[in-house]
């Protein structure tokens, strides 16, 4: 069964370092999300990409994030300037088009910022 | 704005008896309705959606869900639950009424599912 796969599972950064979070979505998905979640708290959505470009984004994802698709397969979420605040779970996912169809999550990626 | 609620943090049930989890929703328009569980350092796995027609929907491992449009809820429900059903379980809400492009879901708080032997 194809899934959303995410690398690392885990990341331990210093404050203030760049960090590039990755995801290979499933192959004929054409939406792609990332969302996050605080330990202890909800899920969060954080942007949506769909034909290279911004579909929407919360006012979580400010100008720290950034979002890539540098090729046909990957998907990366990058934090610019950790804060201790950006330590959370975050997850990628990918749906295939419109809107009544679901989202396949990958695993996640642990950032731990210290 | 959409929002879901899952007004219980935790349920306990014991094995082979029914499990519900509670869901209520907000959104301007009909809801595309959706429950995932997450065990344990593992990511969100989809269950089961309610897109359209029947108010009933059945899902992988045996759960099901029950959409009550007058009561804007959304259960999860199981006859008979297993002790490895025991997880974190999101309902989720898409609006369609919010330009499609973005097809983001906004999740509840989740709810701890124990099942106990």
């Known amino acids: 069964e194809p899934e959303v796969t995410q690398t690392p599972s885990h990341q331990v950064t210093q404050m203030g370092q760049e960090v590039i979070l990755r995801c290979v979505p499933i192959?004929?998905?054409?939406?792609f999300y990332w969302y996050r979640q605080i330990l202890g708290q909800k899920v969060e959505f954080l942007v949506s990409f769909y034909n290279n470009e911004i579909s929407e984004k919360s006012e979580i994802f400010d100008d720290q994030f950034s979002v890539e698709r540098p090729d046909g397969s990957n998907f990366t979420l990058k934090i610019r300037s950790t804060k201790l605040e950006d330590s959370a779970m975050y997850f990628c996912a990918s749906s295939g088009g419109i809107a009544n169809t679901e989202a396949f999550f990958g695993q996640g990626t642990r950032l731990t910022v210290v | 704005a959409q929002s879901v609620a899952q007004p219980e943090d935790q349920v306990n049930v014991a094995e082979g008896n029914p499990l519900t989890v509670k869901c209520t929703y907000s959104?301007?328009?009909?809801?595309?309705l959706f429950w995932y569980v997450q065990y344990p350092n593992r990511g969100l796995q989809f269950l089961l959606k309610?897109?359209?027609?029947?108010?009933l929907v059945k899902g992988s491992y045996g759960f099901e869900a029950e959409f009550n449009k007058s009561q804007t809820s959304f259960h999860l429900k199981k006859p008979s639950a297993l002790v490895s059903d025991s997880a974190l379980y999101f309902c989720?809400?898409?609006?369609?009424?919010?330009?499609?492009?973005?097809?983001?879901?906004?999740f509840g708080g989740g709810t701890r599912v124990l099942v106990k032997p």
């Open positions: 192959s004929n998905h054409l939406y």
């Open positions: 309610y897109i359209t027609g029947d108010n």
């Open positions: 959104v301007s328009g009909n809801p595309y």
């Open positions: 989720a809400v898409r609006d369609p009424m919010i330009k499609a492009a973005g097809n983001k879901l906004t």
